[in-house]
């Protein structure tokens, strides 16, 4: 009879923490998430484990944030949820590289098992690269220009935009995969060799684009530090002019 009374207790404490939480404006940790997200890609994109970690956290925390019913969907919430997806990438490249090493899977050519768990990681980054270009230039526009911007800042649009990067940065990987493909490879998976041209055409593809996606993200960068400089910018002189 104890026994059921404490399991009732703490299934009440557990529903009421539940409850508050989903209530709770997570806003606040809506924007230490995104300040998170700049210092591990804009700030810092050298590979760093810690800040890996925490972004994983960060992104499992934000999308059980945004099953709360508090939460409005608006434009930068949309990128926000699609910037969280992003990391389950990450999550997927760490356990199949895992578990390639405890196993010693060779179920596939080490080339292409090592490029898979690589574009992995490259289709995170580049798609949270964009993403979070998309959270500056949207906080631009509400900034600069809030009333002609409206019918731009849309979830339509943002669902739209959000896709689009998906969809780039897939077909980006596909090519690296491609390339990613030796002759040993090409004769093991039994392809025609009238198709080696394809792989030749995508190795030539890769390289251009490996160069093109380098000047992007420098260019990216450079781009988020002058949007959020023009936006302290403009709210300095809005505060002086009020004074």
């Known amino acids: 009879m ?7 207790v703490c299934k ?3 529903c009421s923490l539940i409850d508050i939480f989903m209530k709770r404006d997570h806003m606040r940790d809506l924007r230490r998430y995104l300040v998170l997200k700049y210092i591990q ?4 994109p050298s590979s760093n484990t810690l800040l890996t970690l925490l972004g994983l956290l960060g992104s499992l925390y ?3 944030i945004l099953k709360s019913p508090n939460i409005s969907y608006k434009c930068t919430v949309v990128f926000i949820s699609h910037l969280a997806k992003a990391d389950s990438l990450v999550f997927v490249s760490m356990v199949s590289k895992r578990i390639v090493q405890t196993f010693d899977a060779q179920i596939l050519p ?3 098992t090592t490029t898979l ?9 580049h798609i949270s690269y964009m993403l979070l270009s998309c959270v500056a230039c949207e906080a631009l526009l509400i900034t600069l220009f809030p009333a002609e911007s409206r019918h731009i800042r849309t979830v339509k649009h943002a ?5 689009i990067i998906w969809s780039l940065v897939i077909a980006e990987c596909i090519i690296f995969q491609m390339a990613g493909f030796q002759e040993a490879d090409i004769a093991s998976f039994g392809i025609n060799s009238r198709y080696i041209w ?15 996606t380098s000047f992007i993200g420098l260019s990216l960068r450079i781009i988020n530090v002058y949007i959020y400089y023009k936006i302290f910018f403009n709210a300095s002189n809005t505060g002086d002019s009020k004074t």
């Open 12 to 14: 009440q404490k557990i």
């Open 62 to 64: 934000t999308t059980l």
């Open 159 to 163: 669902r739209q935009t959000s896709n």
């Open 110 to 112: 080490a080339t292409f």
């Open 2 to 8: 104890e026994e059921t009374s404490l399991g009732c």
């Open 117 to 125: 768990l690589q574009n992995f990681l490259t289709a995170n980054t």
């Open 198 to 212: 394809l792989f030749h055409f995508s190795y030539m593809a890769a390289s251009l684009l490996r160069s093109l």
């Open 41 to 44: 890609y804009l700030v810092l």
